[in-house]
């Protein structure tokens, strides 16, 4: 509905669910704003800037924001993201496999380097920090690069190839969610996040009782064998593979609500880093899945 006066239109906005993302949630708010993921070009953005956004955001003019949210702004700065934890993976997969001794200090420093950078972020409120994002994006790319060539020639036989497996396999499960999520085959309600949630959680309790029990020798040192390349550790696998790739439907609903809600530009870095985290545990997963069927 729209009501003129004082020569400006003001559109009444549908209720703006808060994404349970806990990356996404405390990320800067706007008002005003249609453009969608999957309505053509719009969903592009080209609603959002069709207009002056300063006639259709006249509160982000005085906190001295240019532009609302776009999609274009999401893809390039979580393009430009995993940009940066390509290449660093590709020059740590190359050190370590000059170097075996670096392994564990990469995988270590980018692991809980990369948490940190998380913690702070969300914690911090400071998840469209640039500066954040992309020393995520380096110290998660040290990890990875380690981590694969832990898991294709020291855990299992895979080599390259099998890494390639997994990178396409990842980008396969993402295009395929996001297919899912434009044509609305699965719709995002707040019960379906709920669920998603707890069963997330879950899981992450359930992973963490089995590294303590592995570290007290439970099971001879691998606890549940949830991570012995058993049949369990497959269907446990497979289950978090599963829960990545739904969870990449509540990642591209939280963005889609705050382009929607006309959040600032800045806002693209915390889109970024969020969908970042979700790729890295689904390549994780499946690049361990693909080590247990190419294991000696």
């Known amino acids: ?23 996404f949630r405390s990320l800067p708010k706007g ?28 509160d982000q003019r005085q906190a001295g924001v240019a532009r609302p949210l776009t999609i274009d702004d999401v893809v390039t700065k979580t393009g430009f993201t995993l940009a940066v934890v390509t290449v660093v993976g590709v020059l740590s997969y190359f050190l370590v496999s000059q170097n075996l ?8 420093v980018g692991a809980l380097g990369g948490l940190a950078m998380v913690l702070i972020a969300t914690f911090g409120r400071k998840q469209d920090n640039p500066a954040i994002v992309l020393s995520y994006a ?20 895979g080599g390259p190839g099998m890494i390639a497996q997994a990178i396409f396999g990842t980008v396969g499960v993402f295009v395929g969610m996001l297919v899912v999520y434009k044509t609305g085959a699965i719709r995002v309600t707040p019960k379906f996040t709920r669920m998603m949630v707890a069963a997330l959680f879950g899981v992450v309790a359930i992973a963490l009782l089995n590294f303590v029990l592995a570290i007290f020798g439970v099971g001879g040192g691998e606890g549940f064998g949830l991570r012995s390349g058993g049949p369990l550790a497959i269907i446990f696998s497979l289950v978090c593979i599963g829960l990545a790739a739904f969870m990449f439907l509540i990642d591209f609903d939280a963005a889609d609500q705050m382009i929607r809600a006309g959040a600032p530009e800045k806002a693209a870095w915390g889109i970024a880093l969020g969908l970042t985290v979700t790729l890295v545990w689904l390549y ?13």
């Open 31 to 58: 008002q005003g704003g249609y453009a969608q993921f999957g309505t053509g070009a719009a969903g592009y953005g080209a609603q959002a800037v069709q207009a002056d956004p300063y006639i259709q955001y006249p």
């Open 284 to 296: 994780l997963e499946i690049l361990r899945l693909l080590s247990y069927f190419n294991s000696d």
């Open 1 to 23: 509905m729209f009501v003129n006066e004082s020569n400006q239109s003001i559109r009444e906005e549908p209720t703006v669910r808060e994404s349970s993302n806990p990356v």
């Open 138 to 157: 380096a110290l998660e790319g040290l990890f990875l690069g380690a981590a694969s060539f832990l898991f294709a020639n020291l855990v299992s036989s």
């Open 101 to 108: 001794a670096l392994m564990m200090p990469f995988v270590l």
